[in-house]
């Protein structure tokens, strides 16, 4: 054998090596991009069923807030601020935010009256005349509020 044939014998077995190697690292990526996509499909659905949980638990929420307002459970107020914030979340379209604008309407004009720790700190005088203001609210919006918490009983958003 001479020299020439065995640099090509040899030559040929280190570019089957070569390509052995290639072939092994090339199948080895293809199983990770497999197992990439694998997982992110696993967590798409994983994210799209807390999705839909989630909006499930925010229209039972709309729900309930609904019935206890016609069970005089809740202010109208409170009902308009909880529900439209509800909606908010559920980012509804223009035109479910226009049906249902009572509680988007209340919940503006009543928007200045201090809750929590800031209604705590103001003065009995004070909290009468908050009071007496809501309550003007709510009688204006009465019969819109109560309307819509009836339209919006057994809606799905």
Same mark, same amino acid.
């Given at each position: 054998?001479?020299? @020439?044939?065995?640099?090509? !014998?040899?030559? !040929?077995?280190?570019?089957? !090596? @070569?390509?052995?190697?290639?072939?092994?690292?090339?199948?080895?990526? %293809?199983?990770? /991009?497999?197992?990439?996509?694998?997982?992110?499909?696993? /967590?798409?659905?994983?994210?799209? /069923? $807390?999705?839909?949980?989630?909006?499930?638990?925010?229209?039972?929420? +709309? /729900?309930?807030? $609904?019935?206890?307002?016609?069970? #005089? *459970?809740?202010?109208?107020? *409170?009902?308009? +601020?909880?529900?439209?914030?509800?909606? #908010?979340?559920? &980012? !509804?379209?223009?035109?479910?935010?226009?049906?249902?604008?009572? =509680? %988007?309407?209340?919940?503006?004009?009543?928007?200045?009256?201090? %809750?929590?720790?800031?209604?705590?700190?103001?003065?009995?005088?004070?909290?009468?005349? =908050?009071?007496? *203001?809501?309550?003007?609210?709510?009688?204006? =919006?009465? #019969? =819109?509020?109560? &309307?819509?918490?009836?339209? +919006?009983?057994?809606? &799905?958003?």
């Amino acid at each position: 054998m001479s020299v @020439l044939s065995l640099v090509v !014998v040899l030559g !040929v077995l280190i570019i089957l !090596v @070569l390509a052995a190697i290639a072939g092994r690292l090339v199948f080895k990526v %293809y199983r990770q /991009q497999q197992e990439r996509e694998r997982k992110l499909k696993a /967590q798409e659905l994983a994210n799209q /069923q $807390a999705q839909r949980e989630q909006r499930e638990w925010i229209n039972k929420s +709309i /729900q309930i807030l $609904a019935h206890a307002l016609h069970s #005089d *459970e809740l202010t109208l107020t *409170e009902a308009s +601020i909880r529900i439209s914030g509800l909606l #908010d979340t559920l &980012d !509804v379209s223009g035109e479910v935010k226009t049906e249902f604008s009572a =509680f %988007y309407q209340l919940r503006e004009k009543t928007s200045h009256i201090p %809750y929590l720790e800031a209604w705590q700190n103001l003065s009995n005088t004070e909290q009468r005349q =908050f009071d007496l *203001e809501r309550l003007q609210h709510e009688a204006t =919006f009465n #019969d =819109f509020v109560m &309307d819509a918490a009836k339209r +919006i009983q057994g809606r &799905d958003f």
